[in-house]
């Protein structure tokens, strides 16, 4: 069975930074990727960042680009999110997630992902001003 676990959420300042944890387990085979997400209240859904197993491919969201990372440890299986001058509009619950499908483009993917993926239970990060 396939389980995503998030941690590392927490309150920081404005222009602070944080480091989200993603320990991905239950893969028979390798991954096809890991992307993170966030939601914020009132808001949608959004795809943040994800990174390609295969070539270590990453996309980003405009809103995070040159402000967030990702990357994984492959001996750890897991996968971090790192996030720096962050900003009062970054509050969100972060979830990552896998795709249960073959993707030919993941920055596709992280924009139109799927509910039916496989997702984590979300950790909150709060930005104070």
């Known amino acids: 069975q396939v389980q995503l676990v998030e941690s590392g959420g927490g309150l920081v300042q404005a222009g602070g930074s944080l480091r989200l944890s993603c320990v991905v387990s239950g893969f028979a085979l390798d991954y096809f990727a890991i992307g993170w997400f966030r939601q914020a209240p009132g808001k949608e859904r959004e795809g943040v960042a994800c990174?390609?197993?295969?070539?270590?491919?990453?996309y980003y969201s405009d809103s995070v680009k040159g402000r967030f990372t990702i990357s994984r440890d492959v001996v750890k299986n897991v996968v971090y999110l790192e996030m720096s001058n962050l900003k009062p509009e970054d509050t969100a619950v972060y979830y990552c997630a896998t795709p249960r499908l073959f993707y030919s483009d993941y920055g596709y993917w992280l924009q139109h992902f799927d509910d039916r993926d496989y997702w984590g239970q979300g950790t909150q990060v709060t930005v104070s001003s």
């Open positions: 990174r390609v197993n295969s070539d270590g491919r990453t």
